[in-house]
C-alpha cells in the first residue's frame, strides 16, 4: 500500500505541481469586514436562538452565497407541511449577501432523495465543471447507526440541487478508520480533485483524523470515481495540546505555489480553535506553527467557549476570508462571522 500512496504523490510531482521553490508565508493575520458580520438561522427555534454552523461560501451571479448546518426544530417551529419525523436531525441551508456583512437566509438545501436522512451537513460548495458541487455528509434511511458518509449533488443556480444517482459518493475502506466520513473539502491539483475527509480511528472510535482520496479532474465525482490515498493510516492527526482528540473541517486555499489548510482543533464543546498546515504539492501538509491561528474568543465573547469549523473563500478579485462558527458558553448556540485573511511574506 506505501508504494501505491507514494506512486500517487509521484505523478502529481511529475506534471509539475509540486514547486519546490515555494515556501510557506511568514505571517497569517486577520482583517474585521467593514461592520460586524455575524449570522444565525432563526427558522428552527425563534429569534431569540439564531443558530448556523459549518460555513462555506461561493460568488455565483452577482451574490454570494453560503451554505451551513441547522440543529433541528422545535415542535413550536415546526412548519406544517413537514413531518414530526425531521426533528432529531441536521439539515443545511442557504443564505444570500451582496457585503459578506449582511446575510438573508434563501431556504434549506432541498435533496429530495427518500434515501437520504439529514441531508446537505457540513457542506463543502464549490464551482467546477461548468457546475456546482456540494459534497456533503448524510447516511441512508434504514441502515440503523450506520455513520455518516460523503454524497454528492449539482446545482446550476446555486439553490436548487441534485443528488448524485449513485449516492453515497465516498466511504472510506482502509485499515485504521471506521466507514465513516464528514467535513469533506474538494480541491483541484492539477487533473485530480482531490477529497479530504474526517473520520474515526479504530477502534475506540474517540479520535478524529483527516484522510484524502482523489478522482479524475472532469470525472462524475461519483462512486467508484476515488482512490484512497490514506490507507495505512491519516495524513493529518491531532498531536499537539490544545488539538485534543480532533483534527477536523479542513478546507483548503492556494497561494503562491503553497496549498495552505485551515483546519479546527478539538472536539466541539471542547473550545474548539483553528490552526494552519501547508504544503508544496497539496498532498503532504506540515503545520504552520504549533498554535492556533485564530483562537476563541476571551471571556464574555461571542466565541468565547470557541472558534471553529473554517470555511476558506477567495473573492473575485483575490482577497480571502475565513468563515467561521463560534459560541460564547459551552451550551450556547452556533452562530457564524468572517475574517479577511492576510498572508504577509
Keep these: 500500500m506505501k508504494k501505491m500512496i507514494s506512486a500517487v504523490v509521484l505523478v502529481f510531482a511529475s506534471l509539475g505541481f509540486a ?10 493575520t486577520f482583517k474585521p469586514l467593514q461592520s460586524l458580520m455575524r449570522y444565525g438561522d432563526t427558522t428552527r427555534r425563534g429569534e431569540d436562538r439564531p443558530f448556523a454552523k459549518d460555513p462555506t461560501v461561493i460568488r455565483h451571479q452577482g451574490r454570494y452565497l453560503m451554505y451551513y448546518s441547522v440543529w433541528s426544530y422545535d415542535k ?15 439539515a443545511g441551508a442557504i443564505a444570500e449577501s451582496k457585503d459578506l456583512v449582511n446575510w438573508k437566509r434563501v431556504c434549506d438545501i432541498e435533496l429530495n432523495d427518500p434515501n437520504l436522512v439529514s441531508g446537505g451537513v457540513a457542506p463543502c460548495v464549490k464551482k467546477f465543471d461548468g ?18 458518509v460523503i454524497w454528492h ?85 491531532p498531536d499537539l495540546p490544545w488539538e485534543m482528540s480532533c ?25 474548539q480553535q483553528i490552526g ?15 498554535t492556533p491561528v485564530l483562537p476563541h474568543g476571551k471571556e464574555g465573547s461571542w466565541n ?17 476570508y475565513l468563515f467561521y462558527q463560534g459560541k460564547a458558553t459551552l451550551n450556547g448556540d452556533y452562530q457564524l462571522s468572517c475574517l479577511e485573511v492576510c498572508f504577509e511574506d
Design 131 to 148: 457546475k456546482i458541487h456540494m459534497f456533503y455528509q448524510g447516511r441512508k434511511v434504514g441502515n440503523g447507526k450506520q455513520e455518516n
Design 153 to 237: 449533488a449539482t446545482s446550476e443556480d446555486g439553490i436548487h440541487f441534485v443528488n448524485d444517482p449513485a449516492n453515497p459518493a465516498f466511504i472510506p475502506n482502509n485499515a485504521w478508520s471506521l466507514e465513516r466520513a464528514i467535513d469533506a473539502e474538494v480541491y483541484r491539483v492539477g487533473e485530480r480533485m482531490i477529497l479530504m475527509f474526517a473520520t474515526r480511528e479504530r477502534p475506540t472510535a474517540k479520535i478524529q483524523q483527516l484522510g484524502m482520496a482523489w478522482a479524475p479532474y472532469g470525472s462524475s465525482y461519483s462512486a467508484g470515481k476515488w482512490t484512497e490515498m490514506s490507507i495505512e493510516k491519516p495524513f493529518f492527526k
Design 304 to 320: 468565547a467557549w470557541e472558534s471553529g469549523h473554517p470555511g476558506i473563500f477567495e473573492d473575485d478579485d483575490g482577497k480571502v
Design 247 to 271: 483534527i477536523e473541517a479542513p478546507t483548503v486555499i492556494f497561494r503562491k505555489g503553497i496549498w495552505y489548510m485551515f483546519y479546527a482543533g478539538a472536539y466541539n464543546h471542547e473550545r
Design 276 to 290: 494552519v498546515a501547508w504544503s508544496k504539492d497539496g498532498i503532504s501538509y506540515t503545520r504552520w506553527r504549533d
Design 19 to 28: 514547486d519546490n521553490s515555494a515556501t510557506p508565508c511568514k505571517n497569517i
Design 76 to 90: 413550536e417551529h415546526l412548519p406544517a407541511n413537514l413531518s414530526p419525523k425531521v426533528l432529531g436531525h441536521w
